[in-house]
T-cell receptor, first 114, second 115 residues
């Protein structure tokens, strides 16, 4: 069965510094990987995805993520954090060979201090 | 498009009462998902539909929960009877098929409180 882990409940970064939010996954087969962001009292919003091709994918709001097959990781990154990036971030995975069941990680709360 | 529309946004009810949550997906989206979000368990997939047909309901907690999708523009999640442990935010999401699958479009959620 597919699974996804976000090892950090919270990440704290100073504004202007680079940020990384970690995600590892487990699937039998090729993964489809996603990042979503949730602001307070809102639904989740899609940020970016990896399906195939270049291991570095770029998404909304200046975020990018790097797919690493050997480490089964898909970490979310941004070169320079903004206070407005503070939110809850979810990693998600789908097996390419399966139907469209999409499983989410537990979420990481990102806090950017001015 | 108005996006995924969920109702009600907030529901407070007493234990034992029936609760019905509603969802209107984005027009043209073939897949519809119901998720539940709690602090303790995070975001759990309850059930999903493809072309109005339930594909996987293994995440439905127990027989008190049921979901239907009578047509492409409407789905319900029903809890009968409700219990305090059902208190959560319930999200509906939809997506087109094919390689775009995974780009879920979420509604704003229905916050359920069972007293």
């Amino acid at each position: 069965a597919q699974s996804v882990a976000q090892p950090e409940d919270q990440v704290n970064v100073a504004e202007g510094n680079p940020l990384t939010v970690k995600c590892t996954y487990s699937v039998s087969g090729n993964p489809y990987l996603f990042w979503y962001v949730q602001y307070p009292n809102r639904g989740l919003q899609f940020l970016l995805k990896y399906i195939t091709g270049d291991n570095l994918v770029k998404g909304s709001y200046g975020f990018e993520a790097e797919f690493n097959k050997s480490q089964t990781s898909f970490h979310l990154k941004k070169p320079s954090a903004l206070v407005s990036d503070s939110a809850l971030y979810f990693c998600a995975v789908r097996e390419s060979s399966s139907a469209s069941k999409i499983i989410f990680g537990s979420g990481t709360r990102l806090s950017i201090r001015p | 498009d108005a996006g995924v529309i969920q109702s009600p946004r907030h529901e407070v009810t007493e234990m034992g009462q029936e609760v019905t949550l509603r969802c209107k997906p984005i027009s043209g989206h073939d897949y519809l998902f119901w998720y539940r979000q709690t602090m303790m368990r995070g975001l759990e997939l309850l059930i999903y539909f493809n072309n109005n047909v339930p594909i996987d309901d293994s995440g439905m907690p127990e027989d008190r929960f049921s979901a239907k999708m009578p047509n492409a523009s409407f789905s319900t999640l029903k809890i009968q009877p409700s219990e305090p442990r059902d208190s959560a935010v319930y999200f509906c999401a939809s997506t087109p098929g094919g390689l775009q699958t995974g780009e879920l479009f979420f509604g704003e959620g229905s916050r359920l409180t069972v007293l």
